[in-house]
């Protein structure tokens, strides 16, 4: 007896590995996935701008990327004694605008470099909602807490997101011919817009990306929402708030996704690595010099062999922690446990 509803997701016939630059932008979701990577030392780079919701945040994101400008003061709003980008969340700002300015030309040049060897683009759109800066008609991504009496809220069209990024990905395959882009539609509802204007603003995006499923470019599809709310369906996999996923969710669909990218190699040695990356945060709780000199050691020893397979993936900072172990007792602030 089938207690629940599973389907079938069709391996990419493109890999990602540890040779492959991956980069993620979009909502919350797109973090939760991009950060397993990042846990397990892959090269990625996730929300250069800070977390986007919208279709056109996301759009706004990659174009200042791939079509740079010189962003001048006006472009800045000061709020109380701070200094904010409408497009970037709240780390960017400061009491001084050229620093903001500074922040952002840094971070978009390292996004830019990064892209240009980039092979996948993983985009996630959590809602077809957007907020409209009064003052200058602008859409932003990030509201910065202002009150929402400065801003107008609307409802974007399926036309207006095809519209938009039909031209975009017209941009990307003539910029990066290599680099494959595969949207995602996140499974985190948008309960402030209520039950029924969640499901209208994802059925906005459905069928938004659906039409643009049939660009030249040919992107993909990973169907995250589907995972949760077609396969999980059970608010067991859902946290406290009832509206963000459980960890035991973003393990699931993580499984789907590496199953669906990851080549065999690649699996294998995130696992690896990223239990190392546990091993550097537990807390010690021995004071036997013995004991954790043999786990430094151990710990050393994986390294060595990872990098003797793999040079090219990067364990230094690991590795001069568990050196650094070997030598000192450690700190009350800093004492890290064995991995069991």
């Keep these: ?30 973090t939760a996935v991009g950060s397993r990577m990042q846990a397990g030392n ?9 977390t986007v919701y919208n279709p056109v945040s996301v759009y706004n994101t990659i174009n200042s990327i791939i079509s740079p400008a010189k962003r001048e003061p006006e472009t800045l709003y000061r709020h109380g004694s701070r200094w904010i980008s409408f497009d970037h969340y709240t780390d960017f700002s400061s009491d001084d605008p050229q620093k903001v300015l500074e922040r952002i030309s840094r971070r978009e040049e390292e996004a830019r470099l990064f892209i240009t060897d980039a092979r996948f683009l993983f985009i996630t759109f959590g809602t077809a909602r957007v907020s409209r800066w009064k003052e200058s008609g602008r859409i ?50 948008h309960w402030k817009d209520g039950a ?7 059925s906005v995006l459905f ?18 929402y589907e995972l949760v709310m077609d396969d ?16 035991t969710a973003v393990d699931y669909i993580w499984e789907a996704f590496t199953r669906c990218y990851f080549d065999d190699s690649s699996g294998t040695l995130w696992h690896e690595v990223e239990g190392i990356s546990k091993a550097v945060s537990h807390r010690i709780l021995t004071d036997d010099r013995i004991e954790i000199r043999n786990f430094a050691e151990g710990m050393l020893s994986k390294i060595g062999q990872i990098k003797s397979r793999f040079p090219s993936v990067s364990l230094d900072r690991e590795a001069d922690y568990f050196r650094g172990l070997l030598t000192e007792e450690p700190g009350p602030d800093n004492k890290q446990q064995q991995k069991d």
């Design 196 to 202: 029924h204007g969640n499901q209208v603003s994802k």
């Design 42 to 50: 892959m090269p990625v780079m996730i929300n250069p701008a800070g």
């Design 140 to 189: 932003v991504s990030n509201c910065h807490k202002i009150p929402a009496s400065n801003f107008s809220h609307e409802l974007l069209t399926p036309d207006e997101i095809v519209s938009l990024w039909s031209g975009l990905l017209d941009n990307l395959k003539s910029l990066f011919p290599e680099l494959k882009v595969v949207f995602t539609i996140s499974p985190i509802r």
């Design 1 to 30: 007896m089938e207690l629940r509803t599973t389907f079938k997701i069709d391996p990419s016939g493109s890999k990602v590995s540890y040779r492959t630059p991956v980069m993620f932008i979009g909502s919350c979701f797109a």
């Design 232 to 247: 999980l369906r059970d608010y067991r996999f859902y946290g406290a708030d009832m509206l963000h996923l459980s960890d």
């Design 207 to 224: 069928l938004a990306v659906e039409r643009l499923l049939g660009h030249p470019s040919v992107p993909g599809y990973f169907p995250a």
